[in-house]
């Protein structure tokens, strides 16, 4: 958001605006990044040097509405409207619709190259499954709506402390700044790669069966008909036509013993999906615990391809604020560079995400927490709490954005998706 004038510099106006139009002005306003008070003043100042007054507007219902504007408009405003023999609440509404009309929706910016977003670690247990669903979540929540965003606190005091080389503890009072915002409205494609299924289980689909089609028979070079055929809707009443998921099979458990026997095994899974990016802006992999084959062609596909921008595709890392993740973790990095210097590849790191934390568990979590925002390259993105809504959206099987929407989980998940955009 642009800052405008202090509130101090310009003057208190109180009238009354229909319901509809000011959702429609606030959702408008947010998408161009400009404070309601200035899309109002640059509607009224627009009205004011019309030639000929516009149509009229359904006020219908108006209550009441407040501003502040610049001195000495809403007396030229007001003098107009009687000129124009319009009552203050008309002249407001029209001056609204005005501003609306000359300011479009600007609509969703599409990537040139399909994003490619590969969530891993070979440790179990740390919530990638969960990680993955809310970030696919939150970037294809709709852009004409305003959703709840904002960086936890904690993870903001969390670098701001680590830079002063003090060590990190937990935050205190409210540990959410939030601020409204445009969903990204990206469409989306969640590709479950862990033969666990958790998920395909989470979202509330259905394993795919072991006698049908797979990615893993697409990887292997077996398909039996379209990958786009076992490709499931997520929610549309939610987020429409724009999160899919592309559901797990148990034959998965099998992957890595046909892939050593699959030429240019790295690229199996860059060959099954390929024919799918024409369709989504994202693509997003859950990867299962794993350090094998399947692991390798993970990376691969997230690897940054000519033309492409640097950190749009790659690598998100999910951890916890204990120390068997750094075990894990530097497993994973390592093989992730030793793949990259065979193959020559520039696989990007898109961040750390800690998960499941709960500073009340003291010195291990917080001093762990300090050793990951220490790390600084790839640095820490997103740290999201340990709070019941995740555990309740899972037992209920429905997506946590739907489930608990303004939660604190899910507030993180929105910061998350875009501190990596």
Not at 223 to 247: N, Q, S, Y
Request: charged content about 25%; some cysteine.
């Amino acid at each position: 958001m642009s800052s405008p004038a202090t509130s101090s510099d310009r003057e208190k106006v109180v009238s009354k605006l229909p319901g509809w139009l000011r959702q429609n002005l606030k959702v408008r306003a947010a998408q161009h990044g400009l404070e309601i008070q200035q899309a109002v003043e640059r509607g009224i100042a627009d009205w004011c040097r019309l030639a000929s007054t516009p149509g009229t507007v359904d006020t219908a219902g108006a209550d009441s509405f407040s501003t502040f504007l610049p001195p000495g408009q809403w007396d030229e405003f007001r003098s107009v409207a009687n000129d124009r023999g319009v009552s203050l609440i008309q002249g407001l509404a029209q001056s609204v619709q005005l501003w609306l009309d000359s300011n479009p929706s600007p609509g969703v910016e599409r990537p040139a190259i399909t994003r490619r977003i590969v969530v891993c670690n070979q440790k179990g247990g740390v919530g990638k499954t969960a990680i993955t669903a809310g970030l696919g979540e939150a970037l294809a929540e709709d852009s004409e709506k305003l959703h709840p965003v904002r960086v936890a606190k904690q993870l903001l005091e969390a670098l701001r402390a680590a830079d002063d080389g003090q060590e990190v503890g937990p935050a205190d009072g409210d540990p959410l700044d939030v601020e409204y915002l445009p969903g990204p409205g990206m469409r989306v494609l969640l590709v479950d790669f862990d033969p666990q299924c958790h998920l395909t289980n989470q979202l509330g689909g259905t394993p795919l069966p072991m006698d049908g089609d797979s990615l893993t028979n697409h990887m292997g070079g077996t398909p039996k008909g379209d990958l786009r055929d076992l490709i499931v809707a997520v929610e549309p009443e939610t987020f429409g036509d724009r999160l899919h998921l592309l559901p797990a099979c148990n034959d998965a458990f099998l992957l890595d013993v046909r892939l050593s026997s699959v030429r240019a095994r790295e690229a199996a899974l860059e060959r099954a999906l390929v024919p799918l990016e024409g369709d989504y802006d994202v693509i997003i992999v859950d990867c299962p615990p794993s350090l094998g084959l399947s692991m390798d062609a993970a990376a691969y596909y997230g690897r940054r391809r000519d033309g492409e921008e640097a950190g749009k595709s790659g690598a998100l890392i999910v951890v916890q604020a204990e120390d068997s993740s750094a075990d894990a973790y530097d497993l994973l990095t390592t093989q992730i560079e030793d793949l990259s210097n065979d193959l020559g590849l520039a696989l990007d790191y898109l961040g750390i995400v800690v998960n499941l934390y709960d500073g009340r568990r003291g010195y291990i979590a917080t001093s762990s927490l300090q050793g990951w925002v220490d790390i600084k390259d790839p640095r820490v993105v997103g740290l999201i709490g340990d709070l019941k809504e995740q555990k309740e959206a899972v037992r209920v099987k429905r997506p946590l954005l739907s489930y608990a929407p303004r939660c604190q989980q899910s507030v993180g998940m929105r910061a998350l998706a875009r501190e990596i955009s």
